[in-house]
């Protein structure tokens, strides 16, 4: 059967069977195909992240700055699943960068999330213009020692980054969640990422739908009767990257969710990482800086 044609309301897969587990930290799991609620507006989060929870997402991507912290807390509460059964990833501020100030907006994020404590904390951006970063990790290492958050890691970290940090601390980042899709592959980053011990989490994993119309993700789409998107999933998750797709969309959540189920061949995935481009669509790490958004 075509992944496409689990990707319908009628034939929903609410198990996560299907759905891979990359162990991030020890002991912390986390499923291979998570939601991001970027650019999600807050007063639609709580009917977004409730549809994905009920559709059987069990990770989700969020972040202070997309500022719908607490309709993503209110859709866990209503989904009425146990707090085991959600990951819950949030992340770092730039403007809250710092050791101190580090610990006060983790707070303030488990407050507007209504948690305890978060399964996954990230430092957004590395902000090296603000100096602060290695300050910022420190203090992630003390919430992770003191058992305040199950799991600690990075966004955006270049490799000069990720050694600055391995040179101040002995903890491991458990993942770098970086911009990442078949036309912008940022091989050293992800060389480097792994050989800091982390995983890779790709965002915009579908290049925000811009790669979903190239001839080797079409041509894999017509064989496999599958669509674009499970495509583009399909060829991160064989990477063994953690993919969090962002879609609004009831129906989008269930076709991106059975990408699992899609294998695609050796020529297949060659073809695909032909497309690399450097088409970079989100912010430059070495110089993003601002502190109001994201
Ligand atoms: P994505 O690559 O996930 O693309 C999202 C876009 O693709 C939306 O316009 C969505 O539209 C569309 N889309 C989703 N599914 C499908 C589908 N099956 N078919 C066709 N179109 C589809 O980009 P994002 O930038 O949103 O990245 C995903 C997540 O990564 C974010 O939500 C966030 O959690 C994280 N992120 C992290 C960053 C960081 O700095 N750490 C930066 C950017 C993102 P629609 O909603 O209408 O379905």
């Given amino acids: 059967m075509g992944a496409q044609s689990k990707g319908t309301d009628e034939s929903v897969r609410t198990d996560q069977t299907e759905v891979g587990q990359i162990e991030i930290a020890p002991g912390v799991q986390l499923a291979q195909i998570g939601l991001g609620v970027f650019q999600v507006p807050p007063d639609e989060a709580q009917r977004v992240v409730e549809d994905a929870l009920e559709l059987g997402y069990r990770h989700i991507d969020t972040a202070a700055a997309y500022v719908n912290e607490t309709g993503v807390g209110a859709a866990i509460k209503a989904s009425g699943l146990a707090r085991e059964e959600v990951f819950v990833t949030s992340k770092l501020r730039n403007g809250d960068q710092g050791y101190d100030s580090t610990s ?3 707070a303030d994020t488990c407050g507007r999330l209504g948690l305890d404590r978060l399964d996954l904390y990230l430092i957004h951006w590395p902000y090296p213009s603000a100096g602060l970063f ?6 992630l290492e003390k919430l992770a020692a003191d ?9 955006n970290f270049l490799p000069e980054h990720l050694d600055a940090i391995a040179a101040a601390s002995e903890l491991r980042p458990a993942v770098n969640q970086v911009e990442l899709h078949p036309t912008f592959q940022q091989t050293p980053v992800l060389a480097a990422t792994r050989a800091a011990g982390a995983a890779v989490e790709a965002y915009s994993p579908l290049g925000q739908g811009a790669d979903l119309d190239s001839a080797p993700v079409l041509a894999a789409a017509r064989v496999h009767e599958a669509t674009p998107a499970q495509v583009v999933l399909a ?10 797709p962002k879609t609004a969309r009831r129906e989008r959540m269930v076709e991106n969710l059975a990408a699992a189920s899609l294998r695609l061949s050796e020529g297949e995935l060659a073809d695909i990482s ?4 450097e088409a970079r669509i989100g912010g430059d790490p070495a110089t993003f800086a601002l502190t109001q958004i994201r």
């Fill in 104 to 106: 006060r907006a983790y």
């Fill in 134 to 139: 290695v300050d910022s990790w420190r203090a």
């Fill in 274 to 277: 032909g497309l690399d481009s």
């Fill in 147 to 155: 058992g305040s958050v199950r799991s600690v890691g990075v966004s």
């Fill in 235 to 244: 060829w991160h998750l064989q990477q063994g990257h953690i993919v969090i």
